[in-house]
């Protein structure tokens, strides 16, 4: 997991779990962790992070790296202070860790929530 802090109100979380056999889903969470930090830091200083790209990005390398047996679970999120907005993208951990954000709002007002949580298998 890590924390960014993209600007002065704009942080980027993300939470990553590979599933597998043996030592190959530890490999696979290391290889995930720094292609995320290098993918992050290609985009950290522009004016606007780009959450899709960054996902996009990631599902393009991780599907070739996955072994038949591993699967990975994935958060993104991004949380703008300024906007009191929140970006997620999920795969598998959505309910696990997101909702208990969602719940905190003090207006309890939701404009859109669209969920994903299938989880990423390997390029066939």
Known sequence: YGT???SS???LCYIIDAMG????A???AIQ???IIKKLIEEQRHTPLFD???LVDDYISFIQHELLRDEIMCVLFMIIDT???TM???SFGMLCMVAVPFLVLDIRFYLLSLRFQTLTLKPHK
């Open 4 to 6: 960014v802090y993209l």
């Open 21 to 24: 056999k043996g030592l190959s």
């Open 9 to 11: 109100h704009t942080y």
């Open 82 to 84: 300024q906007q009191e």
């Open 26 to 28: 530890s490999v696979s």
């Open 87 to 89: 970006q997620i993208a």
């Open 51 to 53: 959450l899709k790209r």
């Open 32 to 34: 995930s962790l720094s």
